[in-house]
């Protein structure tokens, strides 16, 4: 086998592997087909690009599942960790990044490494000579590389709806209503506690704003976005399978009308500085920085598929809004995944082309973090492949393990669907309990049995890290 890692795909999963194998001593060949083939979400030719939300979510590495991957990230020299805290921006206890410094600095780092090659122009099938590839087209792929997939997998593409956020300019928000507050003031990472614009609701807005939102006109999906099976895109859509973690704000609120003050729109840990007695809002809509500098916010879990004439007329009802200007309107797009535990290896290797690997957000793995955390696991794994050596997989009860085993077998291949990391796919701790005084066992819940999980990750993390070491030291 060559020594030459050919990588399909410049977003995060492929610039994570890219790094990580290349940091092997592996020569690599990173693949990306922009600009020259465009995507209906990406605006640059840069590396990892973010196209939807800018925040990479809890950074509690003690009592969060994804702030423990991130750390676990970190430890491993993840090139999108060190450039996503290098261009953070305030998010109370998430990691959020200001996405123009955060590609620039992952591009600069992959483009500076004499490892790296980076190649522009799309690919549309595996060349007999690449003997060892990783496909990280992620959730745009286009549709000429789609059809070799689905030709490689035997299997029928699957597909759900990813969606973008509308960002405001914050100079247009008026701030004689909407304040700045973390939730319960919560401030840690980059945040000082004061991290998000609060745009206040009473009772009587929350109705009038769902009415409007609910009956607002709301564009068609392209041809080429629904799957095949009604004869109109209007019979089409109603089947469309979207991913709860990036749900429609309009498919939310059409679940009940209180459906977003218990979701995105919550008032719990806020009180409004502008009214007597600091009193709690009825709901409130929130905006979070989506740049270094401050000027621009995204409204936060208002992803939406609606026109843009009524995004605009909607959200201007907001409270705080009524004068909003925006930067960048909401929008969805498809996102493709194939069924990896059914055409993949515990290796990420595809069953019946084993010199082919999968990485990212298209084995069904969702959230930025997640998808390059499989691309880290990847680009590792391609490494010693062409090193001539083997690979030992994380341990399940870390998050880089029990991520990778569900996607390679862990989930059932008959109801798979895209997941973020969550501690209900680590293997239970074996004595989740505290001694009493009188001798007896109290059950840990809430963030003491979260402990639990992350304490032993990080034992065995470092138990992993250390064997692999002294396993290549003696080879």
């Given at each position: 086998m060559t020594k030459t890692i050919h990588i399909i795909g410049a977003g995060l999963a492929g610039s994570e592997a890219a790094w990580q194998a290349a940091n092997m001593g592996v020569q690599v060949v990173l693949h990306e087909m922009r600009p020259h083939v465009e995507t209906p979400a990406h605006e640059t030719d840069q590396c990892a690009e973010l196209v939807c939300?800018?925040?990479?979510?809890?950074?509690?590495?003690?009592?969060?599942?994804?702030?423990?991957?991130?750390?676990?990230?970190?430890?491993?020299?993840?090139?999108?960790?060190?450039?996503?805290?290098?261009?953070?921006?305030?998010?109370?206890?998430a990691l959020a990044v200001d996405r123009d410094i955060f590609s620039?600095?992952?591009?600069?780092?992959?483009?500076?490494?004499?490892?790296?090659?980076?190649?522009?122009?799309?690919?549309t099938a595996i060349p007999d000579d690449w003997d060892n590839v990783i496909i990280a087209t992620g959730p745009l792929t286009s549709d000429a590389m789609a059809k070799t997939i689905a030709d490689l997998t035997g299997e029928k593409e699957l597909a759900f709806f990813d969606a973008i956020a509308p960002i405001v300019?914050?100079?247009s928000i008026n701030m004689d209503i909407a304040?700045?507050?973390?939730?319960?003031?919560?401030?840690?990472?980059?945040?000082?506690?004061?991290?998000?614009?609060?745009?206040?609701?009473?009772?009587?807005?929350?109705?009038?704003?769902?009415?409007?939102?609910?009956?607002?006109?709301?564009?068609?999906?392209?041809?080429?976005?629904?799957?095949?099976?009604?004869?109109?895109?209007e019979e089409r859509e109603i089947?469309?399978?979207?991913?709860?973690?990036?749900?429609?704000?309009?498919?939310?609120?059409?679940?009940?009308?209180?459906?977003?003050?218990?979701?995105?729109?919550?008032?719990?840990?806020?009180?409004?500085?502008?009214?007597?007695?600091?009193?709690?809002?009825?709901?409130?809509?929130?905006?979070?920085?989506?740049?270094?500098?401050g000027t621009l916010f995204n409204i936060v879990g208002f992803q939406t598929k609606m026109k843009w004439g009524e995004q605009t007329r909607v959200f201007k009802m907001i409270p705080g809004l009524e004068n909003a200007e925006f930067a960048r309107l909401g929008g969805l797009h498809r996102n493709t995944f194939i069924n990896s535990p059914k055409v993949l290896d515990e290796n990420l290797r595809l069953k019946s082309r084993p010199h082919i690997r999968f990485a990212g957000q298209i084995t069904g793995c969702e959230g930025y973090i997640e998808s390059a955390s499989i691309g880290l696991i990847a680009g590792r794994m391609a490494a010693r492949d062409a090193?001539?050596?083997?690979?030992?997989?994380?341990?399940?009860?870390t998050a880089l393990g029990a991520l990778l085993n569900h996607v390679t077998g862990g989930a059932n291949a008959e109801t798979f669907q895209p997941m973020n990391v969550n501690f209900g796919l680590f293997p239970v701790p074996e004595n989740p309990y505290q001694i009493m005084p009188n001798g007896k066992r109290k059950k840990l819940r809430g963030k003491d049995r979260k402990k639990c999980y992350t304490d032993r990750a990080r034992i065995d993390l470092a138990h992993w890290i250390r064997n692999n070491r002294q396993e290549e030291e003696a080879a």
């Open positions: 939300s800018n925040s990479f979510r809890s950074d509690d590495a003690d009592h969060n599942a994804v702030g423990l991957i991130h750390q676990e990230m970190r430890t491993l020299n993840s090139i999108i960790m060190q450039e996503g805290d290098k261009a953070a921006v305030p998010a109370g206890g620039a600095g992952v591009t600069k780092a992959l483009t500076d490494h004499p490892l790296i090659t980076i190649e522009h122009g799309e690919i300019h914050a100079e304040w700045f507050q973390s939730r319960y003031d919560k401030a840690e990472g980059a945040g000082t506690g004061k991290d998000y614009i609060n745009c206040p609701m009473t009772k009587a807005q929350y109705e009038t704003f769902i009415h409007e939102l609910t009956n607002a006109e709301y564009g068609l999906f392209k041809e080429w976005e629904l799957p095949s099976g009604a004869p109109t895109l089947d469309t399978p979207y991913f709860d973690g990036c749900m429609p704000i309009e498919i939310m609120a059409a679940r009940g009308p209180e459906t977003l003050r218990f979701g995105p729109m919550k008032p719990v840990g806020l009180t409004n500085p502008h009214k007597p007695d600091n009193e709690q809002p009825y709901a409130v809509v929130q905006l979070r920085q989506d740049n270094a500098l090193l001539g050596a083997s690979f030992k997989k994380p341990p399940l009860t």
